[in-house]
């Protein structure tokens, strides 16, 4: 038996002693509603208010019991189902779009050395209080840039968001070293920003580019630098991107105003040159056996060895000293 056989019930008892619902509320205590409910079998009926029900009634004991027994056998009506929730929204990243640019030049074959400097160069990754700048300083042929690319290579799983590579030209006797605002453009090309999207200004040039890096992870390695100013506004502005810079200068401006970490590049010694020479071969090895017998000078044998294979093929062998090879700074 339900709510609606109890609801059936009850109107049959009271309309059998000519109430209306108001009525029996008056002399039951129960009130209207919850009488007009009941009857329409819509809520289940409570002991207490039955009893007072069957009491106003003036039911005889075997019609009292059957209406008890029928609110005791009542069902709970079923609870309204109400429409599922939608699922949540999913997380929109409301950050521009931005290509991951990888400009890493080649990595670097048979590189062999620097272990100091590597070292130096990883434990800045751990910083995380400010941008972090590594300038990599040096006389011309040390190896500045093939420690910066191949070291850059190392980690490039480290940044996630891209790597980006400019070749300054700060010292190239080929050339004018590049203008600020010409890197900063092609950087800004390479994070998806279109040509008429570029401003004018280059101040305006480099707030936009470091909007583009705000919150993403980027290495930038600005490569072969003239000074200070032609790097200044190629730097980011987020302590999650890393900057590398290669030089003949020292760069001081940016030790003092921006922290930067200067790494000194000397020539190789000789036991790092012997272990350039032996990467590529026995030939190679044999030959700085045989040129130890000449006037020893100074090894100025980079770890990147690809001026060391230009010159290891030239017909007029030099002295071993320059057959280790020097790279463009």
Avoid at 147 to 172: E, I, M, T
Avoid at 180 to 202: H, N, S, T
Wanted: glycine share 10%; aromatic share 2%; charged share 20%.
């Amino acid at each position: 038996m339900g709510s609606d056989a109890f609801g059936e019930l009850l109107r049959e008892c009271r309309l059998a002693v000519g109430w209306t619902q108001d009525e029996l509320a008056g002399r039951s205590g129960v009130s209207a509603h919850s009488i007009s409910v009941l009857e329409a079998g819509r809520r289940q009926p409570r002991l207490s208010s039955v009893g007072m029900l069957a009491e106003a009634l003036g039911l005889d004991p075997g019609r009292r019991e059957q209406l008890l027994a029928a609110a005791r056998n009542a069902v709970a009506p079923p609870a309204p189902i109400s429409p599922p929730e939608p699922p949540p929204a999913p997380q929109v990243d409301d950050r521009p779009s931005i290509p991951v640019p990888r400009q890493l030049p080649c990595a670097v074959a048979g590189f062999t050395g620097r272990t100091a400097q590597l070292k130096e160069l990883t434990s800045l990754l751990d910083r995380d209080d400010a941008v972090v700048i590594a300038a990599i300083n040096g006389s011309a042929g040390v190896g500045k840039t093939a420690l910066a690319v191949h070291w850059s290579h190392q980690v490039a799983d480290r940044f996630p968001d891209g790597q980006l590579y400019a070749n300054l030209r700060g010292f190239d006797p080929s050339g004018q070293p590049v203008p600020p605002a010409e890197a900063i453009r092609g950087f800004l090309d390479a994070l998806g920003v279109p040509a008429q999207g570029i401003p004018a200004g280059l101040a305006e040039q480099a707030a936009l580019y470091r909007s583009r890096l705000a919150d993403r992870r980027v290495l930038v390695v600005l490569d072969n630098a003239r000074d200070t100013s032609q790097v200044r506004p190629l730097l980011p502005g987020t302590a999650r991107c890393m900057t590398v810079i290669t030089s003949r200068d020292n760069l001081g401006g940016l030790i003092v105003s921006e922290g930067a970490q200067a790494i000194a590049l000397d020539l190789m010694t000789s036991a790092e040159a012997d272990d350039l020479l032996a990467s590529r071969g026995p030939g190679a090895a044999g030959r700085r056996t045989a040129g130890r017998q000449r006037p020893a000078r100074n090894v100025r044998a980079p770890a990147a060895g690809a001026e060391h294979r230009r010159r290891a093929s030239h017909p007029h062998p030099r002295p071993v000293a320059d057959r280790a090879g020097r790279a463009a700074a």
